[in-house]
């Protein structure tokens, strides 16, 4: 995925920033531990990146998706009898 210029007739604009790629940029920031300032621009603009985890903290989507994800996780391993042998 790409970042991909909008804007007027001039050509001024914003820089798009996918879904993926914002998300991603939060959990990147999140692992990582670092600074907003830090996230990489391959995510998209810092300010965009830490709008979308203001907005979504404020509005309960956050721990929603953090629910969701920790809920999936919890499902118990498959046991060792339907398990593929090693290779």
Do not use: K
């Not at 001024?12 to 993926?20: C, F, K, L, N, Q």
């Not at 600074?35 to 989507?61: E, K, L, N, S, Y």
């Amino acid at each position: 995925m790409t970042n991909v210029r909008v804007g007027g007739w001039n050509g001024a604009g914003r820089v798009a920033v996918s879904v993926a790629l914002g998300a991603e940029g939060i959990l990147y920031r999140s692992r990582c531990d670092i600074a907003w300032r830090d996230v990489p621009a391959v995510f998209g603009p810092r300010q965009t990146i830490w709008t979308w985890h203001r907005r979504m903290a404020g509005d309960g989507t956050r721990d929603t998706v953090l629910h969701r994800l920790l809920t999936h996780a919890d499902v118990p391993a498959p046991d060792a009898a339907s398990a593929p042998p090693p290779l």
